[in-house]
C-alpha cells in the first residue's frame, strides 16, 4: 500500500467521519434545520432556489473531489496542482447559481410589488 493510498483512504474516512457527526447532530436536534429551506418571510414555503442550492452543490463538489482523487495532481512545470474542473461541473455551478439568484430576485420584485394586504400595487 503506497502512501497516496494510505493518505486518500483517511481523507474518505475523516469526511465520512465528519458526515456522520452532522448528521447524529442534526438528529438528537443540537443542529437546528427547521426553515433551511423555507423562506425567510414565515410564510413556510419552500423556495425551489434553495433545494436546488442544497442539493446541486454539495453534488458538484463530491464529484469533484472523487475525480480528482481518481485522476491525482496535475504536474504544471515544476509544480504539483489540483486538475482543473471540468467545463460540464462550471456550467452546473454557474447556472445552478444563476437560478438561485433568478429565484431570489423574482421574489424580491414579487414582494416589491405588492402593498401590506398582498394586493398589486
Given at each position: 500500500?503506497?502512501?497516496?493510498?494510505?493518505?486518500?483512504?483517511?481523507?474518505?474516512?475523516?469526511?465520512?467521519?465528519?458526515a456522520?457527526?452532522?448528521?447524529?447532530?442534526?438528529?438528537?436536534?443540537?443542529?437546528?434545520?427547521?426553515?433551511?429551506?423555507?423562506?425567510?418571510s414565515?410564510?413556510?414555503?419552500?423556495?425551489?432556489?434553495?433545494?436546488?442550492?442544497?442539493?446541486?452543490?454539495?453534488?458538484?463538489?463530491?464529484?469533484?473531489?472523487?475525480?480528482?482523487?481518481?485522476?491525482?495532481?496535475?504536474?504544471?512545470?515544476?509544480?504539483?496542482?489540483?486538475?482543473?474542473?471540468?467545463?460540464?461541473?462550471?456550467?452546473?455551478?454557474?447556472?445552478?447559481?444563476?437560478?438561485?439568484?433568478?429565484?431570489?430576485?423574482?421574489?424580491?420584485?414579487?414582494?416589491?410589488?405588492?402593498?401590506?394586504?398582498?394586493k398589486?400595487?
Amino acid at each position: 500500500m503506497t502512501i497516496g493510498n494510505v493518505l486518500t483512504f483517511s481523507l474518505l474516512a475523516w469526511f465520512g467521519a465528519l458526515a456522520l457527526l452532522v448528521m447524529a447532530r442534526i438528529l438528537t436536534g443540537d443542529i437546528d434545520c427547521s426553515g433551511m429551506l423555507a423562506s425567510q418571510s414565515g410564510d413556510g414555503q419552500i423556495n425551489p432556489e434553495r433545494v436546488l442550492a442544497m442539493g446541486l452543490v454539495p453534488a458538484i463538489l463530491a464529484y469533484y473531489a472523487i475525480d480528482a482523487l481518481n485522476s491525482g495532481a496535475v504536474t504544471i512545470g515544476e509544480r504539483l496542482s489540483m486538475p482543473d474542473l471540468p467545463e460540464t461541473l462550471v456550467t452546473l455551478l454557474t447556472g445552478g447559481n444563476g437560478l438561485y439568484l433568478a429565484g431570489k430576485i423574482a421574489r424580491k420584485e414579487d414582494k416589491v410589488g405588492r402593498d401590506a394586504e398582498g394586493k398589486t400595487t
